[in-house]
Nanobody, 121 residues
Framework: QVQLVESGGGLVQGGGSLRLSCTASGRTASSYAMAWFRQAPGKEREFVAAIGRSGSIIYYTDSVKGRFTISRDNAKNTVYLQMNSLKPEDTAVYYC??????????????WGQGTQVTVSS
């Protein structure tokens, strides 16, 4: 069992940057692949990025490639999402997730409560 807590969301102007953090408690984060998802108002939750247990395998959805960077620090049980060149269409609640396998369409077993990211135009 693992508990996930996201932080770092907020309001930013278009073109700006934010860094989201997700800290795991319970079982160590290094036991899990980690991912970020987001859900915009009126839309389904969508995959954003994922990183394997050692950090050597990484996936991104096409719309964030070149702008977002996922990373992890297993010593701190924390995964990060550095978001640069933010666009209004990045506005969403961002969720951290953990699971046994890394991928875009795999099942993640544990979820955080989410953190709001709002990008103004």
């Amino acid at each position: 069992q693992v508990q996930l807590v996201e932080s770092g969301g907020g309001l930013v102007q278009g073109g700006g940057s934010l860094r989201l953090s997700c800290t795991a408690s319970g079982r160590t984060a290094s036991s899990y692949a980690m991912a970020w998802f987001r859900q915009a108002p009126g839309k389904e939750r969508e995959f954003v990025a994922a990183i394997g247990r050692s950090g050597s395998i990484i996936y991104y959805t096409d719309s964030v490639k070149g702008r977002f960077t996922i990373s992890r620090d297993n010593a701190k049980n924390t995964v990060y999402l550095q978001m640069n060149s933010l666009k209004p269409e990045d506005t969403a609640v961002y969720y951290c997730a953990a699971g046994p396998w890394v991928g875009k369409e795999v099942k993640y077993d544990y979820w955080g409560q989410g953190t709001q990211v709002t990008v103004s135009s």
